[in-house]
């Protein structure tokens, strides 16, 4: 699809925002419209830091993959919408100093006035957006803006940045810093001062993120202040205080202010917004009748018709396209009809969940020479699903996980952790981390991709600071379909440090894998200065036990026979996360290094254990096709 017309009808439009700061609008309407003439319509609003007339890589139109933004609004409009892009605050034509997600809520909120205030407006206003556009979506919703009728919210719209987007269980997602980095050079500073741009430009990422903690002025972000500013205060703020349940990125906060509307939330099971999605699908779900829908894919962020995340392959039938509904493009052009214009809709009997449940692949390496791990779409009236249940696995000194807890009185396994040779993420549920680190499903071996690697060739499981937990083969079929928890007793000599978790499917060798395929598919973290609430650090009594959960993403994956569950502890994951220095120092800002003894306590007395939701597969209702 093309435009017919490739400019907005109303474009560049000056919307003032309380503080007088102008953001630049465009507004398209249906072909032979009239402003101020022909009826009000319904209004569908996007608003982007990634510019209003630029190309949106995620949409796919007849199989090519990023399509300009302007084509995406007339395809809407053409179908009798009023459509309105708008540029976020300091980004692109609009004016402005951009704080990164702060602002977005009362943008929004003035942004959703000036609509509705406007002839060409009836009064019913939905919103979309992918990523940040969901987030600029969230902040506005918990607002309650006049218009708002319905939304779409696509693997972003923050439950709470602490937990999941910006930190996570005290440590800090560096996805934050190669997003700033890259997005510093699209800001107008740099696209207006050469010598700026080219100050951002001489920097190499991957040194950078070798020499870690960075230091404000001293970073490659220094040409551009407000754009390191940001990323130092996300960074140092540490502690769940008053900044984290700031309007924007604590949604949590203010469920009880956003309207009751009809909402989407769609993510992906290696996207960095799978907490914030079921968090979100709970908040709004609770003691509201509008209808609420959840989809999950196995995706990489917004890669909702690439069928393979990372190395992982799951088959033709991953994509959206043609398996959720025809298109990406029809399936919200059937949303926005059913609430902005009463259409009534067979829609209203889609289920209310649907999940891709992956795995049951070959095992093998396609054509293409990924791995092979299939999957296949069910639907569900809820989340967690109920055919799953509860089910915690003990792990045990001599490296089993087993229904059965530990019999012993006294047993441990110590290691050390070196902030100067962290654990290298190998894939997983994050983006924005390019060039650096990339999400998805790898084998959990080191390899020359990778950042920080040390042996190409040797599986993870061959550090001495990883220590392996797995099941026997599996004697049948099993389904793990919802959240994910690991409780450990630990201890340390140190001040803090980190434990991380990762929840793995063994696959057993074949031809193509002769040492079997360790599949990553979902990990967590833990910073220990937390132990006892999030809003005050305290320092571990060195030796003492104490007790941690970790909660990695939720996951959705068919264990097949033969095949073994296994956990990998450790206490790094970089650079996913910034690397604990041990020493009690924020990692922020931390200038000693200690070498940690951590252990695992895994008696009778104290112990260790990994819940997972199991179903079995026959159980679940395969989703049939739209």
């Known amino acids: 699809m093309s435009p017919s017309r490739p400019l907005a009808d109303l474009p560049n439009q000056k919307v003032r925002m309380r503080d007088g700061v102008l953001l630049a609008t465009d507004v398209y309407f249906p072909p032979g419209y009239l402003p101020g003439t022909s009826a009000p319509l319904p209004v569908i609003l996007e608003r982007t ?20 933004r302007p084509g995406i609004a007339r395809y809407f409009a053409q179908h009798g919408f009023a459509v309105v892009f708008q540029d976020c605050r300091g980004r692109y034509d609009s004016e402005g100093q951009f704080t990164k997600y702060l602002s977005e809520g009362p943008d929004g909120y003035d942004t959703m006035a000036w609509i509705t205030a406007q002839p060409w407006c009836n009064g019913k206003v939905g919103t979309m957006g992918l990523s940040y556009g969901a987030h600029t979506q969230m902040a506005l919703a918990c607002m309650n803006p006049p218009g708002l009728a319905c939304m779409v919210l696509d693997s972003g719209g923050f439950s709470n940045g602490y937990q999941c987007g910006i930190r996570q269980s005290g440590a800090f997602e560096l996805k934050q810093a190669t997003w700033a980095y890259k997005q510093a050079k699209l800001s107008p500073a740099a696209q207006e001062d050469p010598v700026v741009l080219a100050a951002l430009e001489a920097q190499d990422i991957r040194q950078w993120f070798a020499r870690m903690p960075w230091r404000p002025g001293h970073s490659p972000l220094s040409a551009v202040p407000e754009y390191e500013d940001y990323l130092f205060e996300q960074w140092r703020a540490e502690s769940f205080d008053e900044s984290w349940r700031q309007l924007g990125i604590y949604a949590q906060g203010y469920y009880d202010a956003i309207p009751d509307i009809p909402v989407v939330l769609m993510s992906s099971w290696y996207d960095a ?130 229904l059965e807890p530990p019999q012993a009185a006294h047993a441990s396994i110590r290691y050390q952790a070196d902030p100067r040779r962290p654990v290298p993420t190998i894939g997983g549920a994050l983006t924005s981390g390019q060039p650096v680190f990339v999400g998805g499903g790898f084998d959990q071996r080191e390899d020359a991709r990778f950042f920080g690697i040390e042996q190409a060739g040797l599986p993870l499981a061959s550090r001495d600071d990883v220590v392996v937990f797995q099941t026997d083969p599996l004697e049948q079929d099993l389904a793990v379909v919802g ?123 104290h112990g260790c254990s990994l819940t997972l939701h199991i179903a079995d597969p026959q159980a679940l209702t395969p989703l049939p096709a739209p």
Not at 323 to 341: G, K, T, V, Y
Not at 501 to 509: G, Q, R, T
Not at 533 to 550: D, F, M, N, Q, R
């Open 49 to 68: 830091p990634y510019g209003k007339a630029d190309i949106s890589r995620s949409e796919q139109i007849d199989g090519v993959q990023g399509q300009p």
């Open 273 to 402: 917004y799978v907490r914030t999605t079921m968090e979100n699908f709970e908040g709004l779900g609770a003691g509201r009748n509008a209808p609420l829908r959840l989809i999950m894919g196995p995706w990489l962020h917004g890669d909702r018709n690439i069928t393979h995340s990372g190395d992982a392959e799951f088959g033709s039938a991953a994509a959206f396209d043609g398996h959720i509904a025809r298109n990406w493009l029809e399936f919200r052009l059937s949303w926005f009809r059913r609430w902005l214009q009463q259409d009534a809709s067979p829609a209203a009997c889609d289920p209310v969940a649907r999940l891709f449940l992956m795995g049951g692949g070959s095992g093998r390496r396609d054509a293409a020479g990924r791995f092979e791990h299939g999957g296949q779409w069910v639907q569900a009236e809820t989340w967690p699903v109920p055919q799953a249940r509860a089910t915690p696995y003990f792990l045990h000194a001599d490296g089993s996980l087993r």
């Open 483 to 605: 959240p994910v928890t690991v409780k450990l007793s630990i201890s340390s000599d140190c001040p803090d440090t980190d434990f991380t978790a990762k929840l793995i499917d063994v696959y057993p060798a074949n031809p193509d894998y002769p040492e079997g395929y360790a599949l990553n598919l979902t990990d967590g973290i833990f910073r220990c200065r937390f132990h006892e609430s999030w809003e005050k650090p305290a320092a571990l009594v060195p030796g003492k036990v104490y007790e941690i959960k970790i909660e990695p993403f939720a996951t959705c994956n068919l264990f097949k026979r033969g095949h073994r569950i296994r956990l990998d502890i450790s206490s790094s994951n970089f650079p996913k996360y910034d690397v604990n220095p041990n020493s009690g120092e924020t990692a922020a800002d931390a200038r000693e290094k200690r070498i940690a003894l951590n252990a695992l306590h895994l008696s009778s007395v």
